[in-house]
């Protein structure tokens, strides 16, 4: 099977982004790219797809701009752009999730006051306490995996779980999952995934808490 490096793919899809004459459709290409850039030390390239995504002012534009603040030490930046997104789109997940993150990984505790004021819109029932003991049969909601790649595979995952707790914390939706693999820095999360015929308990080791494909919200029809 042909592979492609990294590299190879960020230098085709430059020339489509270019080539594009649709600047939605480019932003949101703008994350990956935002952090392709950064991490090969080229944050004037990162700073212009940010810049450019986030005119657009989709969801994932505003997202890359937040992004790039966040990864270049500009933290009240970083909650403004997030602050939009809630905004415009009546989502303060990512806000909350950058907020976590930010005090998480710092031990600065300045949005504090910010995260309390939104969990209550986040999570409507309060936020649940969760363990393995705690479910038996299918779940009624929680995160349904969409896709799967080597990072779900090598999780003991597969496309169909359903994630239904992270860290102790039962998750209805994604955007509560969101905010909850942010609640601790240690390289594994903690997860309860119905996997069809049980639950499972597993730590799974993944970069940035990030598994890199499609999750969605999950509700038995």
């Not at 230098?11 to 480019?26: G, H, I, S």
């Not at 909650?79 to 415009?88: A, G």
């Not at 909350?96 to 930010?102: A, G, K, Q």
């Not at 969605?216 to 029809?221: A, D, K, M, W």
Request: proline content about 5%; charged content about 30%; hydrophobic content about 35%.
């Amino acid at each position: 099977e042909a592979h492609i490096s990294e590299d190879k793919g960020s230098e085709y899809l430059e020339k489509a982004c270019a080539l594009d004459p649709d600047t939605v459709r480019v932003s949101n290409r703008a994350i990956w790219r935002v952090e392709y850039f950064l991490k090969n030390g080229k944050t004037d390239k990162a700073g212009d797809i940010a810049d450019a995504a986030a005119e657009t002012y989709s969801a994932t534009g505003l997202r890359a701009k937040g992004i790039f603040c966040e990864r270049t030490g500009n933290p009240g930046e970083a909650f403004d752009w997030y602050s939009k997104i809630e905004s415009r789109y009546n989502d303060p997940a990512p806000l909350m999730s950058f907020c976590i993150r930010h005090q998480v990984e710092t031990g600065d505790r300045r949005f504090e006051r910010e995260v309390k004021r939104r969990l209550g819109k986040l999570f409507p029932n309060g936020i649940e306490k969760a363990a393995l003991a705690d479910f038996s049969g299918p779940p009624a909601d929680g995160v349904l995996i969409q896709r799967e790649n080597d990072l779900i595979k090598a999780a003991g995952l597969h496309a169909g779980d359903v994630i239904v707790a992270v860290y102790g914390i039962r998750v209805h939706d994604f955007h509560q999952y969101e905010y909850g693999r942010e609640l601790k820095s240690t390289p594994e999360l903690e997860l309860i995934v119905w996997q069809g015929k049980g639950y499972r308990e597993l730590k799974p080791k993944v970069p940035g808490h990030k598994f890199g494909v499609g999750f969605g919200s999950y509700v038995r029809r």
